[in-house]
């Protein structure tokens, strides 16, 4: 039995290019932001999720739906980020806050104040998940953005269903550690209703960098 | 044997979380993290939410484009190229085979060879001389 998305790639296979844009349409937010927090930085990220299309539809003669299309998906994705990242040339890029506010944004009118405050912020969480290992990053990017069982992930990165329990704890502690002084419990509470406006007033004053 | 035997043994330990193990951990991570909890490092992580730029789709789509027209160049360059081989291979057999005149030179073709040879030698002046040469293919060549 396969998914939707599956039965769309074997359309792909067979030569129907409009299939190929449905999917481009359906995966390219979730396959940015994917490798955009992967690397740390939205230029880089969005080239390597051109890349990662470009790569499947290149080698969409091969393509055999054995799994449900998502996991081959981030399958291509993950190798192509641990690639980058693992090249003797990489280096991280500085994440500047007048580059987050160049970023898609949904301000909901808020201040320009308000806004640095936000890219700050931003600035913080990503440059957090971007300093953890690589195999740190992958399990957690996989599992709270993607929201992937962790025996997928397994399958995935090649190991067992423990090791990827014992990244996604290390993962975790290291960013709460680091982030534990951006937010103050209210700002989490605000936050978590997504009210910008109200929530940046909470941030804690020292937080930034 | 025995190791398969102890192998089924301890298939028999299989420990498992205990009722207390998850909020055991909240609270060191508490420790060790301030007041920060698993969900509100979820919220936070939500904040970083980097979705396409304006150009990305466009970008894309030209790359896309790119793709095929690189391999069509690349078909013409292949193309060219066999049809130079082809080319080439119906040309050289026909320089390389002999004429048909030529076929008596090629089959005494191991005489040509020591024509040096022969070549030295004065203006065959006697029956007996010639008939010396004649048998010369016949004697072996010390050098």
Not at chain 2, 78 to 89: D, E, I, N, V
Request: glycine share 4%; charged share 30%; net charge negative.
């Amino acid at each position: 039995m396969i998914d939707d998305d599956a039965a769309l790639m074997c359309r792909v296979r067979d030569g129907d290019v409009a299939a190929f844009n449905e999917l481009f349409a359906r995966w390219r937010s979730p396959i940015v932001r994917f490798t955009v927090r992967f690397v740390g930085h939205q230029a880089r990220g969005e080239e390597l999720a051109q890349d990662i299309f470009l790569k499947i539809y290149r080698a969409r003669a091969r393509y055999e739906p054995r799994e449900a299309f998502k996991a081959y998906l981030f399958r291509v994705a993950t190798n192509h980020c641990l690639n980058e990242v693992r090249r003797a040339e990489y280096r991280r890029r500085p994440i500047s806050v007048d580059e987050l506010l160049r970023e898609p944004m949904d301000t909901h009118g808020a201040s320009p104040d308000a806004l640095i405050e936000a890219a700050r912020m931003q600035r913080a969480v990503r440059e957090a998940v971007a300093s953890l290992p690589e195999t740190q990053r992958a399990v957690l990017l996989l599992q709270k953005e993607q929201g992937m069982p962790l025996k997928d992930i397994a399958d995935l990165l090649e190991t067992t269903v423990s090791a990827v329990k014992s990244l996604l704890t290390r993962a975790r502690r290291a960013l709460m550690v680091e982030l534990a002084p951006f937010m103050t419990p209210h700002a989490a509470e605000i936050s978590a209703r997504g009210d910008l406006n109200a929530g940046l007033g909470a941030v804690a004053p020292d937080g930034g960098r | 044997m025995i190791k398969a035997h102890l192998d089924q043994l301890l298939e028999l330990d299989q420990p498992t979380p205990s009722a207390g193990f998850d909020a055991d951990f909240k609270a060191r991570l508490a420790a060790e993290t301030g007041d920060l909890s698993l969900d509100q490092l979820d919220q936070l992580l939500e904040l970083d939410q980097p979705a396409p730029s304006a150009g990305f789709d466009a970008d894309f789509k030209a790359r896309l484009a790119a793709t095929p027209r690189a391999r069509r160049r690349l078909a013409w360059i292949g193309a060219l190229a066999a049809a130079a081989a082809l080319a080439l291979g119906l040309w050289w057999p026909r320089a390389e085979a002999p004429r048909p005149e030529e076929a008596p030179m090629l089959a005494h073709l191991d005489l040509l060879e020591v024509y040096e040879e022969v070549d030295l030698l004065d203006a065959l002046e006697d029956e007996d001389t010639f008939e010396a040469v004649a048998q010369l293919h016949t004697l072996e060549v010390t050098r």
